[in-house]
Structure formats: C-alpha cells, structure tokens
T-cell receptor, first 112, second 117 residues
Framework: QKEVEQDPGPLSVPEGAIVSLNCTYS??????FMWYRQYSRKGPELLMY????GNKEDGRFTAQVDKSSKYISLFIRDSQPSDSATYLC????????????FGKGTKLTVNP | GAVVSQHPSRVICKSGTSVKIECRSL??????MFWYRQFPKKSLMLMAT?????????EQGVEKDKFLINHASLTLSTLTVTSAHPEDSSFYIC?????????????FGPGTRLTVL
C-alpha cells in the first residue's frame, strides 16, 4: 500500500460547482497536511496547511483532516475556470521543513 | 511567499552528457533546499535534502554519484545530472524552506524539464 493515495482523475466540472478532492494515507505518524495547486509546467504552490485533525477555511477553499480515518479533503466552492489545475495533497511528520510525501495529484478542469 | 527561481527552465541534451540545474532563493535565506523529480502523471518524489554547507541526504534508491547536489550558499543549490540517460528525462523541481516562515513552509521553484535524447 502506498503511503498516500490520491485519485488522479481527471475531474471535469461546470463553473460554479462544488469540487471535492481527497486523499487517504497509511502512515499514522503524519501530523501536517497540505494541499498544493500546480498549473501545467509550473511548480506547486501551497493552498492550504492543516495541523492534525479539523477543518480550515480560506475563502472558497476548505480543508478537512480526519486522522481517525486517515482521510483528508479539499473542497472548492463556486469553482472558477482559473481553478483548473492539478491539486496535490502532501503530508509530513514534522511540518514543511521536513520531507513531504505527495499524492499523485488530481487534474481538475472547470468548464465555463 | 518566497520567490524561487530555477535555471534553465528546459534543457535537451544528448545521452552521456552532464546537465546542471540551478535553484535560487531570491528574497530570503533558505536553510534547507529539497530536490524533487516528477514523472508524467506521477507524484513528486523527493530525491534529496540539502542544508547549506553540508552534504546532501539522498532518498533511498537515488544514486548520489549520478545526481550531484551542491548547496553552496543560503540562496543557491545546484543539481547536476551526470552521464544523463533517456530514463533521466523528467521534471525536476526544487523547494526551499526557512524557519522564519510560518509552518516552515516549503516554496517551490517553477521546475526544469530535462529531455535526454
């Protein structure tokens, strides 16, 4: 079993839809959970950062972590064509200064 | 956030040659730099972690004699792919971190696409 599993998609939604992206993981030592957005041929940029379990909201984005189920989610409300990108989940034991383990990424297309 | 640059953005080389990729932290001093490799439709895979002035720590399965990393200063790290082969063709991305930022966040460069013919 891979440490981090993420459905690569692709996922295609109409503009304005609510998007749900998720990852599962096997390593119970993970404490820090991140979502990155990567546009084609670019480096990833950090969207959301969560420590331990719980929810975090930032504008149209909500990140959820359920450590008991080893499951994390990213919700995008009122999706826009500019949200079209690949979304990668990433996790670590000790925060961003330590090794990050990434999911494969889910390619999202938001159609106008 | 921090600005990270990579040079070159794209390189095509012949099999057997060596290629050097630079990663620069433009606006802050990076205590730690990471090198990742990303194959199409695959995860970013960490290759090595380097701290300024120290030898890099390589992940299991990554040949340190093939992928030479030099972290010369707090703003510059280089990755040299020696005797490159077609299977080394990939997207190489660096990231930097500094304890002065929240969560010790990693900031990623734009990546370098290497094609070995």
């Amino acid at each position: 079993q891979k440490e981090v599993e993420q459905d690569p998609g692709p996922l295609s939604v109409p503009e304005g839809a609510i998007v749900s992206l998720n990852c599962t993981y096997s390593n119970s030592a993970f404490q820090y959970f991140m979502w990155y957005r990567q546009y084609s041929r670019k480096g990833p940029e950090l969207l959301m950062y969560t420590y331990s379990s719980g929810n975090k909201e930032d504008g149209r984005f909500t990140a959820q972590v359920d450590k008991s189920s080893k499951y994390i989610s990213l919700f995008i409300r009122d999706s826009q064509p500019s949200d079209s990108a690949t979304y990668l989940c990433a996790m670590s034991n000790q925060g961003g200064s330590e090794k990050l383990v990434f999911g494969k990424g889910t390619k999202l297309t938001v159609n106008p | 956030g921090a600005v990270v640059s990579q040079h070159p953005s794209r390189v095509i080389c012949k099999s057997g040659t060596s290629v050097k990729i630079e990663c620069r932290s433009l606006d802050f001093q990076a205590t730690t730099m990471f090198w990742y490799r990303q194959f199409p439709k695959k995860s970013l895979m960490l290759m090595a972690t380097s701290n300024e002035g120290s030898k890099a720590t390589y992940e299991q399965g990554v040949e340190k004699d093939k992928f030479l990393i030099n972290h010369a200063s707090l703003t510059l790290s280089t990755l040299t792919v020696t005797s490159a082969h077609p299977e080394d063709s990939s997207f190489y991305i660096c990231s930097v971190t500094s304890g002065s930022y929240r969560y010790n966040e990693q900031f990623f460069g734009p990546g370098t696409r290497l094609t070995v013919l």
